[in-house]
């Protein structure tokens, strides 16, 4: 079902579509982040959200739990395989290729739920880490060796993440009520040097099926669903880089490449 659907909307407005990626790309450019509405229908976050949720299980490695109920999740790509095509879907490739370049390509994807009564926070923080074969490799471009659900990581260089841009699927609706991420626009513009100026600060709200962009090094945090708050707040994270190398010998943990080779 998650690889059968045209986008017959969009295809019928192909002049309209090219005006507004070129929106979205710049407000990238300009904020780091921009909103896609409606990249999935409710039936494909249906068919995502179902297939996920049966992949999720409770002990296998990468799943993260308190008090029985699943919170986030590491390392989709071995729990999930099919999720290294589910983001495939108009305009998200064209804008990828767009922002990154020919040689895009997929390298990690992460869950996070806020489930009721197991909320969480997060400080203000941009995000350095990226997951590797080697994190042991002598190098002034990578540091801060960590093994995250049995995965290599290291924080990676400014360069690095410049080349970086995640796509967050929303699988259901972020409110005020579900504890959504805050961000501060135009904050990747001073690299990996914290720049919070709360003044400026904007709230990511979404309807189930939007997907976010953001650069990695936008300041960003994370506020509690509100309390008694029964929804969940469920949201693919997928990480993609502009190239399938990386220096001093370093190599990405998994690289699914974003363009599709011809005659393939
Ligand atoms: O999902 C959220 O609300 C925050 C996630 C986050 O901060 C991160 O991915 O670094």
């Known amino acids: 079902m998650l690889t059968t659907r045209t986008h017959e909307k969009r295809e019928m407005t192909t002049s309209t579509s090219k005006e507004t990626d070129s929106g979205v790309i710049s407000q990238i450019e300009r904020d780091g982040f921009a909103t896609l509405p409606d ?8 068919a995502i959200t179902t297939e996920l949720t049966q992949a999720l299980v409770i002990g296998r490695p990468g799943v993260l739990e308190q008090a029985g109920r699943i919170y986030a999740a590491r390392n989709i790509l071995q729990l999930w395989p099919k999720v290294a095509d589910v983001w495939r879907r108009p305009p998200l490739p064209e804008i990828l290729r767009e922002v990154l370049g020919p040689d895009f390509g997929l390298v990690r994807v992460l869950f996070f739920d806020k489930p009721p009564e197991q909320s969480w926070s997060l400080p203000w923080h941009k995000d350095l880490t990226i997951a590797v074969r080697n994190n042991r490799l002598p190098s002034r471009q990578f540091e801060h060796p ?20 995640t796509a967050r699927i929303h699988l259901d609706d972020v409110t005020e009520e579900n504890g959504p991420m805050k961000v501060i626009p135009g904050s990747h513009l001073t690299g990996k040097v914290s720049s919070i100026d709360e003044s400026k600060c904007r709230t990511v709200l979404a309807q189930r099926g939007d997907v976010l962009l953001i650069r990695p090094l936008v300041e960003h945090n994370s506020v509690p669903s509100r309390s008694g708050s029964l929804q969940h707040r469920r949201i693919l994270h997928l990480e993609f880089a502009n190239s399938p190398d990386l220096p001093d010998g370093y190599e990405w943990h998994d690289y699914v490449p974003g363009c599709t080779p011809p005659n393939s």
């Open 39 to 46: 990249v999935f229908d409710p039936v494909e976050v249906d």
């Open 146 to 165: 960590t093994t995250k659900s049995g995965v290599p990581h290291v924080e990676a260089s400014q360069a690095v993440l410049e080349g970086m841009l």
